[in-house]
């Protein structure tokens, strides 16, 4: 209370003064008591006395003078006051009224509730911009009762009539509400936050309808109790302290942690995200101010967070939150109307976002515009996007947000990949986030389990506030199986084709691999019940020829209903599966024939005999089978030639030399740094895996600081085997 | 055929005077009506100095009218011309002048400060007088002038400093040396251009296309990629004309940034890149004549077909579905369609409309040489048939392909049952250890080269590297 007074330098009154020295006189005694009677005072107790000893001699040292003067002449000091109140405004007298009305005797400087008798005298305008101030000093401080803050705001919003004033209520009143919640690991209750929204709105449409008055984030200083109007500013423009894009930003965050918190799988959930909308169009309204006064830095700010609703939906959301916010009064310059389809919306938000300055923007609008492309099916677009952005070099040194949207849309580029039917593709892309086996995490659907050591409390905080909303999330159960059948359309025909038990250990999907290796293991199998269970025995079925089977497990799989186009996904799958179980069968079952007729397999594999003849001839072409096709007869005649096991090793060990000279080049070049860099396009694949894999290797950096060990460990158990191979090669040509 | 007409995509990357051939060329094959394409060439005349031929193509046109209002803007527009190349040729003249007399062309060197000093010394010649040149050379161009155009730009290039004004000139030679047909000029030329383009990353084209793009500062990589595909599209006419331009179109083009210039910014340009290949496969024709050819070329088709098959999304067209069926999918019935369809493209293109036998007897090698590599016994009907010949000169033809080339040994034909044999032996393990370790001594010696270079720190590191492969 009197710092308060103390702040709008009004003198100390004298029964301040008394109060101060009664205490005073009291404590003493009450110490004096206490002394004699020993310990008959509770700890509590004890303490408060302590505490109000050492307050109210803080408080007497600080008014030193005027209590000296007081004791001195008590009445005469009392005169001096009430003539220095005489000449204050009366609104100064009525805020010294109220102020008398909570001053507790005890002298506790608390917050009390403010009578409501001290209220109704507030009514003046000077009288808002004083509690205005009062309310921001306590602010922060412990022991404010928020709600109580957002209470006299509201009142005062109330009160306000002029813009000046209702902005500056505004500003106090939305940032208010944003704290009214102080640990950052809970949510804003939700009606607070609606009505943080409306307010939001409010204080746009009165900035946006009166271009006299900015709020900006810095200004020139001003007096916080002066009425102000355009007349009386210099430039006839009113400069407010605040900042609207932050409002916004927080808003959205807010937004983000609510849907974080609340439970994805309960009504409120639903109920929640149904706000989206009025946040959606909130951010609308700000863009379309923004766009009206011009203000490039914020403008982008708020374009992202514009892109960011909308960059991972599908078109039928996109198009109703569009219309929510085409139904405001003003209108950004950018709608979906304007662009006709979503992509159209959203390929000039993000031309929008290039064009500014900021890479972290154009970072981020990029990978959505990519997500978008992938969303779409449109793989070729997005993989170029993907690829001439450059991106993979340098993503390892963005912000763990940005790394997860990369995550994302490659992982996206994967499914879309899968959907398009390019499974090769698929498996490449996917093969990289599959390989660390922390899908989720990567992708901020889940909290890792960190086996080996235990997050401090920080870290998982930070973890958790990282989690996408479930509404956003990608299902990595579709995603695993679309993973785990592209391995297999790849794996099995080549599994079947090399014979040596050497080369059997490359493998090219090694997630893949160690689950069929598992699921050989096993002596028992009962009818397959998870997706993996389907998958893997669906790849055995290929493996030993009888594609029908693996057809109906691959398409009894349930998360396929997840997918759109699950229909013609499966139509695909099946005729993939046709292709690759001949491949399989021929690798499989060549040796054993001397001549196969080509439309007995035909038949078999309920493929057109075109297909199959052309499916062979690159079989042949590519030398991958010993064959040539005789075409009087219709057949595939066999030339398998029986390699003794010293010509094998002969051969293997060209290709080993071979291998070791091209590594031999590949480390001279990049010591020498003259590798061909981002020459063609199939340099552009490997770098895209090279980054995937540096980016992830830092996302576990990240993740577990010092416990990077295990992944280097990991590394380092890699090299480890490779420089056994090598060393095995040796000495099995010196022997 | 229409469809396949690749002169709209192409027009916009060339220049105005460059057109004009392609344009004409429409009109002889009249996949266009001849109209359209007269119009066409009316409009373009327009813009240049050759005005009597913009009157004449409005003759043609319109030819029941008089040379209405056009006539009067013409002549003014002549006089004009006319009194312009007065001034500059007096401008250029003084320079000539200058050039041309021995005791200074003895006095020049590479230096081009020094030269400049030197005219500016002794013949109080300065740089505005040299840009005369340009000047005067480009007029000469635009009026229809090439021989003395290039000429002009050749000396303006040899003298100024001026780097972006000396690529202009570049531009400029290239393309009067194309519309003069000197092939060998131009090639020379191209190559020079090529080198500028590559090694200048603030790329010369930001000065011309600013203008017209209004965007004043353009991205040096995006200017660049706009110079090269520029010149991919200028570079046709040469190749397509010079003796030995295929070869060098595919060393070009397939060269990993040509390549992405092509994938990135003009796919429509793999077309020619299909057909160079296609022609230059070695054919038991050519086989006696043709030079001995580089790996890129040997290996053109293969990597051809890799990037038709990368960018089949974007662009198709005959030529390329050709491949793609022969290669990729081993159809062989798809294969001989296209190759009907192709045929008829070839011969309606602009540049390859002179390859058409070469590309026809190119592509039923590789057609053969991929049948025959797949089968073991086959039909000459049917072999005929995928060639698109008749029976009985199918027949001959393939005999000839059998006695000409490699296959003699393998291939036998059995007149009874009208069959071709093709017996295949297996290639020996001691061959194929033989192909896959040779060459890696010398490449293992040039990395030792290149090792003992990089100083003292890496060498180190390579005795242990290089000793394993040595031993082999």
């Given at each position: 209370m009197i710092q308060r007074q103390h702040n709008v330098s009004e003198p100390i009154p004298p029964f301040y003064i008394k109060t101060l020295l009664s205490l005073e006189s009291a404590l003493t005694s009450a110490i004096a008591k206490e002394k004699e009677a020993k310990k008959k005072m509770n700890a509590t107790n004890a303490k408060a006395l302590n505490s109000m000893k050492q307050k109210v001699r803080k408080a007497s040292k600080e008014y030193e003078q005027d209590i000296a003067k007081y004791q001195a002449d008590p009445e005469g000091f009392e005169r001096e006051y009430t003539s220095l109140v005489t000449r204050e405004a009366p609104a100064t007298t009525s805020v010294t009224r109220t102020t008398g009305g909570i001053i507790d005797p005890d002298g506790n400087d608390g917050f009390q509730p403010v009578g409501k008798g001290g209220r109704t005298m507030l009514l003046t305008a000077e009288g808002i911009f004083k509690s205005l101030q009062s309310v921001q000093e306590a602010?922060?401080?412990?022991?404010?009762d928020r709600g109580e803050q957002i209470k006299i705001l509201e009142k005062l919003l109330e009160l306000a009539t002029t813009t000046y004033q209702r902005i500056r209520v505004l500003l106090a009143l939305i940032s208010s509400r944003f704290d009214y919640n102080s640990s950052a690991s809970s949510h804003m209750p939700t009606e607070l936050w609606v009505s943080a929204q409306n307010e939001v709105d409010q204080l746009v449409a009165i900035v946006a309808s009166n271009p006299d008055y900015i709020v900006q984030e810095t200004t020139e200083d001003y007096d916080d109790l002066a009425e102000r109007s355009p007349a009386t500013e210099k430039g006839g423009i009113v400069r407010i302290r605040g900042s609207i894009i932050s409002f916004i930003d927080r808003l959205d965050d807010e937004f983000t942690r609510s849907l974080q918190n609340?439970?994805?799988?309960?009504?409120e959930y639903v109920e929640r995200l149904k706000d989206e909308k009025t946040l959606y169009s909130t951010i609308c309204r700000a863009q379309a101010f923004y766009e009206q006064t011009k203000q490039d830095d914020p403008l982008s700010r708020v374009i992202m967070r514009r892109l960011e609703h909308i960059y991972s939906k599908p078109d039928a959301v996109i198009q109703a939150l569009e219309s929510s916010a085409e139904s405001a009064d003003v209108n950004p310059y950018i709608t979906l109307a304007s662009k006709g389809s979503t992509s159209g919306l959203i390929h000039s938000l993000c031309v929008y976002l290039y064009r500014s300055g900021n890479s972290l923007h154009r970072t981020r609008a990029m990978l959505s515009h990519i997500y978008h492309y992938a969303l779409l099916n449109d793989f070729h677009t997005a993989r170029d996007m993907l690829l001439m952005s450059h991106l993979q070099e340098s993503i390892?040194?963005?912000?763990v947000a940005t790394q997860i949207l990369y995550n994302r849309t490659v992982v996206q580029l994967g499914l879309c990949a899968f959907r398009s039917g390019l499974i090769k593709e698929s498996q490449a892309t996917l093969l990289d986030i599959f390989t660390t086996q922390r899908v989720k995490e990567l992708l901020a659907q889940g909290v890792h389990q960190q086996r080996y050591q235990v997050l401090t409390p920080e870290q998982e905080k930070a973890e958790k506030q990282r989690q996408l909303p479930f509404h956003m999330h990608i299902n990595t159960e579709l995603l695993e199986a679309a993973f785990l059948v592209s391995s297999m359309l790849v794996e099995i025909p080549l599994l079947a084709s090399i014979d040596s038990e050497e080369l059997k250990r490359k493998a090219i999907s090694k997630p893949f691999r160690r689950l069929l290796d598992f699921a050989d293991r096993q002596v028992f199998t009962g009818p397959p019940e998870s997706t993996r269970d389907h998958i893997m025995q669906a790849s055995k079925a290929l493996q030993d020829g009888e594609w029908e089977r693996c057809r109906d497990l691959i398409q009894s799989?349930?998360?396929?209903?997840?997918?759109?186009?699950a229909a013609s996904v499966k139509e695909m799958l099946a005729k993939r599966i046709q292709e690759q179980g001949l491949r399989t069968y021929l690798f499989t079952?060549?040796?054993?024939?001397n001549t196969l007729s080509l439309s007995l397999l035909a038949q078999t594999f309920s493929l057109p005999l075109r297909s199959v003849t052309s499916i062979v001839s690159k079989m042949i072409w590519n030398e991958e089978l010993a064959a040539s096709l005789d075409q009087a007869g219709g057949c595939i005649a066999f030339h398998r030639t029986e390699v003794t096991r010293q010509q094998q090793l002969a051969l293997t060990i060209a290709e080993k030399v071979n291998a070791m000279a091209e590594q031999n080049e590949k480390a001279l070049d990049a010591k020498s740094g003259s590798s061909g860099g981002w020459g063609d396009r199939a340099d552009g694949k490997t770098g895209e895996k090279r980054g995937e894999q540096v980016q992830e290797r830092r996302g576990r950096g990240d993740r577990t600081r010092g416990g990077s060990r295990g992944g280097a460990r990991g590394r380092g158990a890699r090299f480890a085997q490779g420089l056994g191979n090598r060393m095995g090669h040796t000495s099995q040509r010196a022997g | 055929m229409a469809e396949y007409d690749l002169s709209k995509t192409i027009i916009p990357y060339l220049d105005r005077h460059l057109s004009f051939p392609l344009l004409a060329h429409l009109v002889e094959t009249g996949v266009f009506p001849a109209d359209e394409v007269q119009v066409a060439q009316y409009e373009l005349a327009k813009g240049t100095n050759m005005f009597d031929y913009a009157a004449s193509l409005f003759e043609q046109i319109y030819p029941n009218q008089e040379v209405p209002k056009g006539a009067s803007q013409f002549e003014q527009k002549r006089v004009n011309a006319v009194s312009t190349h007065e001034r500059l040729q007096q401008e250029a003249q003084a320079v000539l002048d200058v050039i041309e007399n021995p005791d200074v062309a003895q006095a020049l060197r590479q230096d081009k400060n020094h030269n400049l000093q030197y005219l500016k010394d002794n013949y109080n010649l300065t740089l505005d007088q040299i840009t005369a040149l340009y000047n005067f050379g480009k007029f000469q161009y635009s009026y229809g002038n090439y021989s003395g155009a290039a000429d002009y730009l050749y000396h303006f290039r040899v003298l100024s400093t001026d780097p972006d004004l000396i690529i202009s000139a570049q531009w400029g030679k290239l393309a009067s040396d194309i519309l003069t047909g000197k092939w060998d000029v131009a090639l020379e030329e191209l190559n020079s251009l090529r080198e500028a383009i590559d090694s200048r990353t603030p790329a010369p084209f930001a000065s011309v296309s600013s203008s017209t793009n209004n965007t004043p500062a353009v991205d040096p990589a995006l200017s660049q990629l706009h110079s090269r595909t520029w010149l991919v599209h200028w570079s046709l006419f040469v190749y397509f004309n010079h003796p030995q331009g295929r070869a060098l179109l595919l060393e070009t083009f397939l060269s990993p940034t040509y390549l992405n210039t092509i994938q990135t910014s003009?796919?429509?340009i793999l077309r020619y890149v299909a057909a160079a290949a296609i022609i230059s496969s070695p054919t038991p024709t050519s086989k006696s004549s043709s030079a001995p050819q580089s790996s890129r070329v040997k290996n053109a088709v293969r990597e051809v077909v890799k990037v038709i098959q990368m960018e089949n999304y974007q662009y198709t067209d005959p030529i390329t579905a050709f491949l793609m069926q022969l290669h990729v999918e081993f159809d062989f019935e798809a294969a001989q369609k296209e190759l009907q369809k192709a045929e008829k493209v070839v011969s309606d293109d602009f540049f390859l409309g002179d390859f058409h036998d070469e590309f026809l007897e190119s592509a039923r090698c590789l057609v053969s040489e991929a049948y025959c590599r797949i089968h073991q016994r086959i039909d000459i009907g049917d072999l005929s048939d995928r060639l698109n010949l008749p029976r009985d000169e199918g027949e001959k033809w393939i005999v000839n392909l059998i006695r000409e080339t490699r296959m003699g040994q393998d291939a036998k034909i059995d007149l009874e049952k009208n069959l071709i044999q093709i017996s295949r032996p297996p290639q020996p393990v001691y061959q194929s250890v033989i192909e896959k370790t040779r060459g890696l001594a010398i490449r293992t010696q040039a990395l030792g080269a290149a090792i003992a270079r990089s100083g003292a720190a890496a060498a180190q590191a390579a005795p242990q590297s290089v000793e394993p492969v040595a031993v082999s």
């Open positions: 602010r922060g401080k412990k022991n404010t609340i439970d994805p799988h309960g009504t390892h040194s963005a912000d799989i349930k998360i396929w209903s997840l997918m759109p186009e079952y060549a040796p054993h024939y | 003009c796919p429509w």
